[in-house]
């Protein structure tokens, strides 16, 4: 039998897509869902069982398509359907290899964030962090005559933050929040009260008291998280499992397969998964009438089927790297040479990430780590002020999670102090030691480890873009390619934010043992601070944006605010690829807000009952 | 003493936990079992030879003699033994003896989680005051206050 | 035809030896225990009639030498126990599977427990006092008759149906005549008044939680094998039961039944709009969780009961060693998939599941030896009465009751699952798969505190 035109087809079981077509459910519309990934699991004994076997535990680990073969070898993206990039290719010998790198990077510098394609994607993986934006991230052009204005202001998005904040589950305190200029009705309270802070967040509350930087005096603010403080929607409070990021044992930390349950429960949603969307057909009207897909079973196995479905409504959520390249490849036969909803030209455009700076140290006291949430406040004082006229903006994150980040303890401290090496720079003496010194070096060195982290804005760039790679994965999709680089504002931002930890450190009493990355590093760059020669890294934060930004002229942007397409009235383009900045806050309660705005302006005009 | 036995008392001696935490007398769990299991298929003679010495050893002096006067394959496999108690990771004493040099391997050095179970009873966490990132058996709030003492973890 | 021979020879059977028993119902039995005492028994005990009136216990007790096996044993002897006590009749005198129903069935003793709607109720009123009936919803008002039990929960969780639903832990069980499976949560006295008297059955009242939430433990009897006698108090015990509708290939006297009013609560306005509705069914017994607090054992002891044609083990299936019927199995479907959750959308008004859904599900943490020993000697001693049809699937105790280092007292098994109640989450993944201590120790108050092992608290409006 064949399909019925839907009100409207997903392209994506992310946070996006998730979000939007719950609530298109509730309002009775008819939708379907393809995902290019596997289905929602029943429980997570899978997940779980791979991440505590494994021993790299980056984020994509937990998840599909596996990336390693039964010889412990990364998997060729070409030989994988519905490939997805991962941390593990950012070294000098593989960040450039197309039978490694999903991603083909053209430099100069290495995009340094993944993303997953599964069913609730990213949001999967995610750490939980619900920070709104401030007002002047919306119109940093107008205030500061940098970066871009937004075709939006906190005002409007006001309303759908605090949606979100209930969709998610946020758990804040409003007092703390209301600084630069963020704001709540009157008498609003967060879903749930803020996650209380950790010891170390203590120690570092109590370290900057007396510390000022660029003339702003440094706080610590519990961060807003999408985590349970206590029961709600019948899932558990948090049991400071310390594995937000790459997945919570107990789903107190929400992710998107909750609303894609919640859609499913309707009657009114279908979901399709290993379903990859391969183009995106136009009419000559200029209205989209079909999405083309691909199917498979197995990871590695052949295509099982194809299909194509009508709807009245397209949304496209397949995060800001997938989606773009989606549009870029619907050809339709040579109709649409540049891809559809692109007049602009600007799909694929202004990629950005927040370069992500990592200091971390010793602590003069014992702040024991390894306990809690990954992250439970932050430093947010530097997120907005004058001095983003010249230099970019950041927000500091506090870990709790010790030196696991930064070098991937306790397992490196560890084996440095029985078999006499020094990978964690803490057993310079090269000691094996064994019996009570071994339990006293341990004890003694790992719980006074703590790590900061800065999310740095990086520009909005063209130059900085992902485009359609020759190379293609196992069902014959064009990958995606990618050209990255940094600004000067941007490495300025990095530069001040690697002072500023520095010196919260220093005002802390810590050691810091921050190092310097090698000169072959694909995400460093160099710089001379202060007359010296050195080196900055950046990690990715795995925030993903620009790429099919919302404006007020399609000549310079591909979606308007409700991220409707100029060029197609029925498509929309959503997700964090459609923010023109990516100011210092993490992208899901924007994003969340924006696709809950959409959802609304497509039940108030296009499927108007 | 059993093999057991003497395994205990070597892995007491090496890491520095009391035995009666390495193998309480009632014990669902038994990773003891696992590790002795695994040491055991990966080093035959060499494990034996550990075996016996740390029947004829004093446990006061038994970590020195084992690590300090046994020769190479006794040292890199107690320090494997070590690793697995700790982690819940399996490093070849062969990998560890190329790596405990001045200039070792830019490249990580192998190694391999032997089960769920492994990594979730690894001892570096105890030592640490605090749990296995994504297995905490804590309440919530748990984090805002100072753990258990290292003793309690460790001690007899 | 077969089936309807068996059972006519059993009730013909049943007759028989109730006849026989009722001469020997006085010998050695104690008198029935007031509903707030508890004794001891000896875990070496023969499995005779007379520990049928054994009466519940307060602790567990063990042979030496203390190895795992045999403190397993006591705590699985002591589940036995409390089954019988806790299944016996409710007028308090009758010997279990001596009632006058079906096979001996009789309402139990906890059939006039407050159940969690009663308790914690949706307007956040205080409940009415314990005996005194519980108000009935108001759809359901027509159709009640003394006696009747209210049943509406369809997942273990109350809310199941709710706005949003956990994904990845619950799901509906849908048997083989395609009707949901009812579940219910119940308190016995002890932890019923330590609610109300701490107002904890509201939001309010939480929130007013200024120390720790600490159920009431069981007592020890004094000298407990000097004085026949000495008795203790028993402690919070709370149960967890999955019902079964009584249909077509199902027979009374395989298991314990009774009267219900199947209540779906209304889900409105947010994800799902489930209709209120309230009809007569006649429920069985397939589940039945135990959770008692012991002085000794903070953590709880945790037992767990199935009925016995539930589902066959993992093991079975790939063996080919199927019975005819399961309550929850179909050994002749291929292509079923097994221990999955039916698509959404669920709408317990709608049955049977459309599109022919029927749960296929197995065990597959096998029972071990010594508890299937175990349940053949009671089942013995049951021979006859429907609560033969049960086997114990074991019991969940803490082998570092107070720990120090970690709350859930390292419990033995490490991993437990009845399949009516923890039917998507078997496994033995650590903090994935189901684990009864290990799960309730993540429970707390709707403020977030720990809740002492219950998941009643959060459930306060």
């Known amino acids: ?609 | 003493m059993s093999d057991m036995d003497n395994f205990v008392k070597l892995s007491a001696a090496l890491t520095g936990i009391d035995p009666t935490k390495l193998a309480p007398s009632v014990d669902p769990i038994n990773i003891k079992q696992e590790f002795f299991d695994k040491a055991r298929t990966e080093a035959g003679p060499t494990f034996s030879e550990a075996l016996t010495v740390a029947g004829n050893t004093p446990a006061n002096t038994l970590g020195d003699v084992l690590l300090n006067q046994s020769g190479e394959d006794l040292r890199f496999l107690c320090r494997s033994i070590m690793l697995l108690w700790f982690l819940g990771q399996w490093i070849t004493p062969g990998d560890l003896k190329r790596y405990a040099v001045p200039d070792p391997p830019a490249s990580p050095i192998p190694s391999l989680v032997i089960s769920s179970k492994a990594y979730t009873q690894g001892w570096i966490w105890k030592v640490a005051q605090a749990h296995p990132m994504g297995d905490s058996n804590w309440h919530f709030g748990y984090w805002n206050g100072p753990p258990p003492s290292l003793n309690d973890f460790i001690g007899a | 035809m077969r089936h309807k021979y068996l059972e006519m020879l059993r009730r013909a059977t049943v007759a028989v030896s109730a006849a026989l028993l009722s001469c020997t119902i006085d010998h050695g039995a104690a008198a029935p225990l007031a509903p707030q005492n508890c004794n001891v028994t000896a875990p070496d005990t023969p499995v005779t009639p007379a520990l049928l009136t054994s009466g519940l216990p307060c602790k567990a007790q063990f042979v030496s030498p203390f190895t795992l096996e045999n403190l397993q044993h006591g705590f699985d002897f002591y589940s036995w126990l409390t089954f019988l006590a806790l299944n016996s009749p409710n007028d308090g005198k009758t010997v279990i599977g001596k009632g006058h129903s079906v096979a001996g069935d009789a309402p139990t003793i906890w059939e006039t427990w407050k159940d969690i709607d009663s308790v914690m109720r949706a307007d956040g009123s205080p409940p009415t006092s314990w005996g005194s009936p519980t108000p009935i919803p108001a759809v359901c008002k027509d159709l009640f008759e003394p006696g009747m039990a209210v049943v509406s929960m369809v997942g273990k969780t109350p809310n199941v149906l709710s706005a949003i639903s956990e994904p990845f832990k619950t799901g509906p069980l849908i048997d083989q005549n395609g009707n949901y499976t009812r579940f219910d949560i119940l308190m016995n006295k002890t932890m019923f008044d330590h609610i109300v008297a701490n107002q904890l059955y509201n939001k309010i009242g939480q929130k007013k939680v200024s120390g720790v939430v600490d159920f009431p433990a069981a007592t020890v009897p004094k000298k407990p094998f000097v004085s026949k006698t000495a008795l203790g108090t028993v402690g919070s015990i709370m149960i967890k039961l999955a019902w079964k509708v009584m249909g077509p290939g199902d027979s009374l006297a395989r298991f314990h039944t009774l009267a219900a009013l199947i209540y779906t609560k209304p889900v409105a306005g947010t994800s799902m709009s489930v209709k209120e509705t309230c009809h007569k069914a006649t429920l069985g017994l397939v589940g039945m969780h135990i959770a008692h607090k012991f002085d000794s054992d903070p953590e709880w002891i945790w037992s767990s009961f199935e009925q016995v044609d539930n589902v066959p083990s993992q093991a079975e299936v790939e063996a080919g060693h199927l019975n005819a019927h399961y309550n929850y199995f179909n050994p002749n479907c291929s292509g079923c998939k097994v221990n999955e959750p039916p698509p959404r959308p669920w709408d317990p008004n709608v049955q049977p599941f459309p599109r022919g859904f029927r749960s296929q599900i197995t065990r597959v943490i096998p029972l071990s030896d010594e508890s299937i020993g175990m349940s053949r000697s009671f089942q013995a001693i049951l021979r006859g009465t429907v609560w033969e049809n049960y086997m114990l699937v074991s019991t969940q105790w803490p082998t570092d009751a107070g720990s120090k280092t970690d709350p859930t007292g390292r419990p033995a098994p490490t991993f437990l699952a009845n399949t009516t109640a923890e039917t998507y989450i078997q496994g033995t993944v650590p903090q994935a798969s189901s684990n009864c201590i290990g799960c309730h120790n993540n429970a707390t108050t709707t403020t977030g505190k720990f809740s002492d092992f219950t998941y009643i608290l959060e459930n306060a409006h």
């Not at chain 1, 979100?164 to 703390?176: P, T």
């Not at chain 1, 510390?211 to 807003?224: A, E, K």
């Not at chain 1, 709600?232 to 930390?253: D, E, L, M």
């Open chain 1, 1 to 609: 039998m064949s399909d019925p035109i839907f009100d409207a087809v997903i392209v994506g079981a992310g946070f996006s897509g998730a979000m939007i077509a719950k609530q298109l459910a509730l309002a009775g519309k008819h939708v379907l869902i393809l995902e290019a990934g596997v289905e929602i699991p029943v429980n997570v004994n899978e997940f779980m069982e791979r991440f505590y076997t494994s021993n790299t535990k980056v984020e994509e680990i937990p998840y599909t398509p596996p990336l390693f073969d039964a010889n412990g070898k990364l998997i060729d993206p070409t030989k994988l359907n519905a490939p997805r990039p991962t941390v593990l290719t950012l070294d000098p010998t593989n960040w450039k290899d197309p039978k490694q790198s999903y991603l083909i990077q053209n430099g100069p510098l290495a995009f340094a964030s993944s993303y997953e394609r599964i069913g609730g994607g990213t949001g999967r993986h995610w750490l939980g962090t619900s920070l709104r934006f401030v007002p002047n991230d919306f119109k940093t052009k107008t205030v500061y005559g940098q970066l871009a204005d937004w075709p939006l202001g906190y005002e409007d998005l006001e309303p759908w933050y605090r949606a979100a904040e209930a969709e998610i589950g946020v758990s804040a305190d409003v007092a703390a929040q209301a600084y630069h200029g963020i704001s709540f009705p009157v008498g609003y309270a967060y879903p749930m009260p803020l996650i209380p802070p950790s010891l170390v967040d203590a120690a570092v509350a109590a370290g900057i008291a007396e510390l000022g930087i660029d003339g702003v005096r440094l706080t610590v603010t519990g961060s807003p998280a999408g985590r349970n403080s206590q029961p709600y929607q019948n899932r558990k409070a948090c049991a400071g499992n310390t594995n937000c990021i790459p997945i919570c044992p107990i789903q107190a930390k929400y992710d998107p397969s909750v609303t894609i349950n919640d859609a499913l429960a309707t009657g009114n949603v279908e979901i399709r998964y290993r379903s990859v969307v391969s183009e995106v057909i136009v009419a000559a009207n200029g209205r989209i009438t079909s999405v083309n897909y691909l199917q498979y079973q197995d990871a590695l196995g052949p295509k099982t089927a194809a299909g194509s479905v009508q709807a009245t409504v397209f949304v496209l959520a397949a995060h800001a790297v997938e989606t773009p390249k989606l549009l870029l490849i619907s050809t339709n036969g040579g109709r649409t040479p540049n891809g559809v909803g692109n007049s602009s030209g600007k799909v694929g455009k202004n990629l950005m990430d927040h370069p992500l700076y990592l200091g971390w140290a010793l602590a003069a006291d014992p702040v024991f780590p390894y306990r809690g949430p990954l992250s439970t406040s932050g430093i947010e004082n530097l997120r907005d002020g004058d001095f983003r006229r010249q230099r970019a903006a950041f927000r500091i994150e506090i870990g709790n999670e010790g030196w696991n980040f930064p070098i991937g303890d306790p397992d490196t401290t560890t084996l440095d102090f029985i078999n006499g090496m020094n990978d964690s720079h803490l057993n310079p003496n090269r000691s094996a030691l064994f019996g009570t010194a071994l339990i006293d070096a341990y004890n003694s060195k790992l719980s006074h480890q703590f790590r900061l982290g800065v999310l740095v804005e990086q520009t909005p760039e063209e130059r900085n873009c992902v485009t359609v790679a020759k190379q293609v994965d196992n069902l014959g999709l064009p990958r995606p390619a990618i050209q990255y680089d940094l600004s000067q504002y941007t490495k300025d931002g990095l530069v001040a934010a690697k002072n500023a930890v520095s010196q919260i450190f220093a005002s802390m009493g810590a050691a810091e043992f921050t190092r310097e990355p090698d000169d072959n590093d694909p995400a460093m760059f160099p710089v001379t601070i202060d007359g010296k020669d050195t080196r900055i890294k950046y990690f990715g934060s795995g925030h993903i944006a620009g790429t099919h930004r919302m404006g007020t002229d399609k000549h310079q942007s591909v979606v308007d605010s409700a991220q409707r397409s100029w060029d197609h009235p029925n498509l929309f383009v959503t997700g964090s690829g459609s923010f023109p900045t990516i100011a210092t806050g993490n992208p899901t309660l924007t994003l969340v807000a924006l696709a809950l705005r959409t959802a609304d302006a497509i039940l108030r005009r296009d499927l108007r009952a």
